[in-house]
């Protein structure tokens, strides 16, 4: 599978280099029972997915995409030089005194330059000035920040794992036109932070908020050292590398049995949970880089031609489609299963569904059939029901020419797309539950004594406190979340019950370092009920809720409901997008920004979905608008120092 070179659109593949350090000699000894590498070509493939199109999508991309491909390359390329001054100010850039987060979007930031450097048929294709400033720009961040001298600091990840993979990337799009000594130093340097893709935290300097540096790579930063390590073979000449690490890549997909204990609990399951920092529900990130990242090795190594490149491949496919397709909901992947990224400023479930897409359909192109057709079905009937990607939403599409040609391809083949068929999929390692139809889908976010209520990390979702106590996710419209983390009040998360306080500044995990209280939830496949036992996070409220899934949507109930406190419980809270559609008690309410008192709840509709209060009590409705967008809460008032009450309520969607 060579790269297409599509010359008439301005888009082509290097030749491949035939002599050279990285040529296409491989420096296994002779006698190996394997084939020799051919570095030239393993260099165009990683090349053509960084700035290309392969020969299976080649007819997607018609010429205007790949003259606005390129120039939305070339305007990336000109804002990353003026953010380091320019051409002439390139020897003043510093990266002293700068976050590591910053940092690390500059090490972005030349990897961009880096791909419009070898993007032909765009402004930057092979200039020469543009080639020396990314060594410039190299050689100053090599000196400043990413060397054999440097201690780790605030974020194991960026020395480990996220400045290599930028500087390997860089310099293999520089290829000849990367200063000898400063790529084998700056290899060097990576060698020196991460020497293996076994070991995290393998280096005399290196730091891990365990108090254990040095411990056992699991999961999706498994598959990123994997990916390192190949990337370093490729550019060292070294079979040995690359053999080693594609050896080191299957146990991440291995199931696990749930005696785990510790980060060796970070994986697969039977049930289709993904679990990584031992107790977090990871699916829709950590599992999706580590799909992704299999992907780009897949298609990297030729896998889809040479099965043996990545052994025990076919042990991945399974989980495919029980950890992902059943979560994969028009376009979008709860963020239940997103952990602490949900926070980030980019990050929302259209985008890790995005996302998801990526690597899936990269997966599908080194699969072997009939892997390859049901990746592809899959693929399809995403793309087909994905109001979001019609509108061109995503971000992460438009970016990449690669992934916009791969894409169209699946979406024009005449391969039938999955249906959606009503079912509820139970993923009780993790404690998520997800009912989904072609109407509508529901999930429930639980927790308990095996999994974290929810995980805040380096000064991120630092208001997650109530998302993993029984949160309700209603998907009847595929941007209801688009916005919900970083505008809603996150002290009134929809479907929880809770002591109202004031959380601003708590850490209230429940984790392995300090267990939640309460059983792992249940599920009666004969009443279609879950049933969790709620403990909050440190331990003043204490009920059982279950949750029933019925024809038309849900029917909620809590009964047992004893702590200290003002205990409220949140019926609703969401994005109003028709503001006339709200219903209080039968009655046309009007959407102004106060709180309003309510003596007793029966009813509430908003946006077609409607709910009925069962034990009608004393409520609140606040409205409120963030930045144009508008807010509804509604929560109810359980009473101070309860002691054994009862709530329950049906929602009825369309």
Not at 260 to 273: C, I, L, P, Q
Not at 297 to 326: K, M, N, R, V
């Amino acid at each position: 599978m060579l790269c297409f070179c599509i010359c008439a659109m301005g888009i082509s593949c290097t030749p491949p280099v035939t002599s050279g350090k990285g040529g296409t000699q491989d420096k296994d000894p002779g006698n190996s029972p394997a084939a020799p590498f051919n570095y030239a070509e393993l260099k165009d493939r990683r090349r053509c997915f960084l700035t290309s199109i392969d020969t299976a999508d080649a007819r997607f991309a018609d010429a205007d995409t790949v003259r606005s491909f390129t120039a939305q390359q070339d305007a990336q390329a000109e804002k990353a030089l003026k953010t380091f001054g320019g051409y002439e100010g390139l020897a003043s850039y510093s990266p002293a005194g700068k976050p590591i987060e910053e940092v690390y979007a500059d090490f972005n930031r030349v990897l961009t330059l880096a791909k419009a450097y070898r993007t032909e048929g765009g402004a930057f294709f092979r200039k020469p000035e543009l080639a020396a400033a990314v060594n410039t720009l190299l050689r100053i961040l090599h000196t400043g920040v990413y060397h054999r001298n440097q201690a780790e600091h605030t974020n194991w990840w960026h020395w480990e794992i996220g400045f290599p993979l930028k500087i390997l990337d860089t310099l293999l799009l520089l290829d000849e036109a990367a200063e000898p000594a400063l790529r084998d130093s700056l290899i060097e340097a990576t060698r020196y932070f991460q020497p293996d893709a076994v070991y995290s935290g393998n280096n005399p300097v290196a730091i891990h908020p365990s108090g254990s540096p040095k411990r056992l790579s699991t999961g999706a930063n498994r598959v990123d050292l994997v990916k390192l390590c190949v990337l370093r073979g490729i550019l060292a000449g070294d079979a040995s590398e690359i053999r080693t690490a594609l050896a080191a890549l299957a146990p991440v997909w291995e199931t696990k049995t749930g005696s785990e204990t510790g980060e060796a609990r970070d994986g697969f399951y039977a049930d289709g949970s993904f679990i990584q920092h031992s107790d977090i529900p990871y699916t829709g990130t950590y599992g999706v880089v580590l799909i992704g990242g299999i992907g780009e090795l897949l298609y990297l190594t030729g896998a889809g031609e040479s099965p043996t490149a990545i052994p025990h491949i076919d042990g991945l496919y399974a989980h495919l489609f029980t950890a992902f397709e059943p979560l994969l909901y028009k376009g979008c992947i709860p963020d239940f299963v997103s952990g602490r990224s949900v926070s980030r400023k980019n990050s929302w479930d259209g985008a890790n569904g995005q996302a998801a897409l990526n690597a899936l359909v990269l997966l599908g192109k080194g699969a072997e059939a009939p892997y390859a057709q049901r990746i592809q079905a899959l693929v399809k009937r995403e793309l087909q029901n994905s109001l979001l990607l019609a509108a061109g939403t995503y971000s992460a599409t438009q970016d990449s020419l690669f992934y916009r040609a791969a894409l169209a391809h699946a979406a024009e083949d005449s391969l039938a797309a999955l249906p959606y068929t009503p079912q509820l999929y139970c993923f009780h390692a993790m404690e998520r539950y997800f009912f989904r139809s072609q109407k509508y889908a529901i999930g429930l976010a639980c927790h308990s004594n095996k999994i974290g209520n929810y995980e805040t990390m380096n000064s991120e979702n630092t208001q997650g406190w109530y998302t993993g106590d029984g949160m309700v996710y209603i998907y009847d419209r595929t941007d209801n979340y688009r916005f919900f983390w970083h505008e809603a009040d996150l002290r009134s998360i929809p479907g929880t019950t809770e002591v109202a306080e004031n959380m601003e500044g708590k850490n209230a995990q429940r984790n392995g370092h300090k267990p939640a209280t309460g059983q792992p939830s249940e599920y009666d496949p004969a009443t279609k009920t879950v049933r969790m036992d709620f403990h909050n996070w440190n331990d003043t409220l204490h009920s059982v809720k279950e949750w029933t899934f019925i024809p038309s949507g849900l029917r909620y109930s809590e009964t047992g409901i004893t702590g200290s406190g003002n205990v409220q419980s949140v019926v609703e809270h969401k994005q109003v997008f028709d503001t006339q559609s709200i219903m209080l008690n039968g009655s046309a309410f009007q959407f102004t920004e106060e709180e309003r008192t309510v003596p007793a709840l029966q009813q509430f509709s908003v946006d077609g979905r409607s709910y009925t209060i069962n034990t009608p009590k004393p409520a609140v409705v606040r409205c409120y608008r963030k930045n144009g967008r508008n807010y509804v809460l509604v929560f109810v008032q359980i009473g101070t120092n309860p002691n054994g009450e009862a709530f329950s309520w049906m929602l009825t969607l369309p």
